[in-house]
């Protein structure tokens, strides 16, 4: 069977095609926080994602997502650090209500990727002066032990950082 498209149809499909090619190069794209490049440096340098794209925000989502799960809060984050490495995330956060009003504890975690998802891996306490908290030194030697995988450089200790130094962004 063989499919004859008149002369015109067949010149507007390449056409409409190109135009909307364009249209979603010049306005969908530049707004768009979807950056593959982004994904993909996060997969394989130690960074930290800039504001607005795609890998912070599906770090922050998950991490967000776990916090209405355990405590029932909707928030909003203070990035205090967050940096990724190998499909590995370190994050802590100064949670807080959308209009800012309500503050929260801090909150740190462990996020790995899995099947092209962030998940986290563990949220410890965040009492001063607790040894299985991030504030004593023991800390992260054990996280490491934990999680022999995940990159050191992403820890705020490789940076010789502490959990009150003051936000990235």
């Known amino acids: 069977m063989v ?3 008149p ?4 010149l507007k499909i390449p056409i409409m095609l190109s135009r909307l090619f364009l249209f979603a190069l010049l306005f969908i794209a530049p707004t768009s926080s979807l950056d593959v ?4 440096s996060a997969m394989n340098t130690y960074l930290t994602p800039a504001p607005g794209t795609f890998v912070r925000k599906a770090i922050l989502d ?3 997502e776990e916090l209405k799960r355990l405590h029932g809060l909707e928030v909003v984050f203070v990035v205090q650090h967050l940096k990724v490495k190998d499909s590995w995330a370190w994050i802590h956060v100064r949670p807080q209500s959308a209009d800012g009003r309500e503050h929260y504890e801090d909150v740190a975690a462990l996020l790995t990727m899995k099947d092209g998802e962030w998940t986290v891996a563990e949220i410890p306490c965040m009492e001063v002066d607790n040894l299985g908290c991030p ?3 023991e800390f992260f030697a054990g996280l490491s032990k934990r999680f022999p995988k995940m990159p050191a450089e992403i ?3 490789a940076e010789g950082k502490t959990l009150g130094d003051k936000p990235e962004d």
């Open 135 to 137: 504030d004593s030194p």
């Open 37 to 40: 490049r982004d994904a993909e």
């Open 7 to 10: 002369y015109r149809s067949a």
């Open 3 to 5: 499919l004859v498209f």
């Open 62 to 64: 998950c991490v967000r």
């Open 155 to 157: 820890l705020p200790a």
